[in-house]
């Protein structure tokens, strides 16, 4: 039986390291790639917790950001895929219009 | 033996995300270290008694969403040029940030949540969670079909050259 918190702290380590990754990189492909290993940081403690305490409603919970990833992930890469188009690059700097 | 199977996969899971998050030069080469920990992390998941989701986890993450990833980097067929080499913008302050927020989780996590509940058996497999999902969670699971289909409308929308050609 591995100890939860072992679970909760390599969550919260994947959960910076997709922060980082999405405050420092400027490849809008690779901000969605992070913003990715963040759902999946939360999914890990989520998973965790529910075994913690026996309750299975934390992996329903998981199994619904499973799918909302997969949706933000279509529709996200749409939107990639029209910048692209428009701006012949995926770079964020380049998509400053409304830049406050 | 469990907890060192445990130790690997975190460790491949880390070294996935490190990867995915320093190679600033290779879109692909970044996306398929992040196949790596979504596989770990299903692995993880299967330890934790989470068998349905664990598979769930490699088929759609590893299998679908990053598939999806690798075909939009390789249909862009991004220049050297477009990919922007390892400038950060605002390093300091994103460090920062990371930093607090990693203190604030080290400051919050406890040393120990003692022992972990009794489960049934079967918990966590494909049958125990289908019945949860489609008696109490059914409306949740009812508008997931909306979510997707909203999603799908929108992704072939954004992804047309005009609209109405």
């Known amino acids: 039986m591995i100890p939860i918190t072992h679970a909760v702290a390599l969550s919260g380590i994947l959960f910076l390291l997709g922060t980082l990754g999405a405050l420092t990189r400027r490849n809008l492909i690779v901000i969605l790639m992070s913003i990715e290993l963040m759902l999946n940081a ?3 403690a989520l998973i965790a ?10 992996q329903l919970f998981v199994l619904m950001v499973i799918v909302v990833a997969a949706a933000e992930v ?17 770079n964020v700097e380049d998509a400053s219009l409304l830049k406050w | 033996m469990t907890l060192w199977l445990f130790y690997f996969f975190a460790f491949v899971a880390i070294a996935g995300a490190l990867g995915m998050l320093l ?3 290779n879109t692909v080469a970044g996306a398929l270290s992040l196949v790596a920990t979504m596989c770990s992390l299903g692995a993880i ?3 934790l008694d989470a068998y349905l989701i664990g ?5 759609v993450y590893a299998g679908a969403i990053l598939v999806l990833f690798l075909f939009v980097v390789m249909l862009l067929n991004l220049r050297q040029d477009a990919l ?3 400038r950060f913008a605002k390093p300091l302050l994103a460090t920062l940030a990371a930093a607090a927020l990693g203190a604030g989780f080290l400051t919050l996590l406890p040393g120990a949540f003692g022992p972990a509940a009794e489960i049934a058996e079967g918990f966590g497999g494909y049958r125990a969670v289908g019945a949860e999902l489609f008696t109490d969670y059914v409306l949740a699971f009812e508008v997931t079909s909306l979510l997707l289909l909203s999603a799908m409308i929108g992704a072939v929308i954004l992804a047309k050259r005009k609209i109405d050609g």
Do not use: H, K
């Open chain 1, 42 to 44: 939360v999914n890990l």
């Open chain 1, 49 to 58: 917790f529910s075994r913690q305490w026996g309750n299975q409603a934390g």
């Open chain 1, 74 to 90: 279509a529709v996200g890469l749409g939107i990639v895929l029209a910048l692209f188009r428009n701006r012949e690059s995926v």
């Open chain 2, 23 to 25: 190679n600033t030069r």
């Open chain 2, 45 to 47: 998941y299967v330890q």
């Open chain 2, 55 to 59: 598979a769930l986890q490699i088929m």
């Open chain 2, 84 to 86: 922007p080499g390892a």
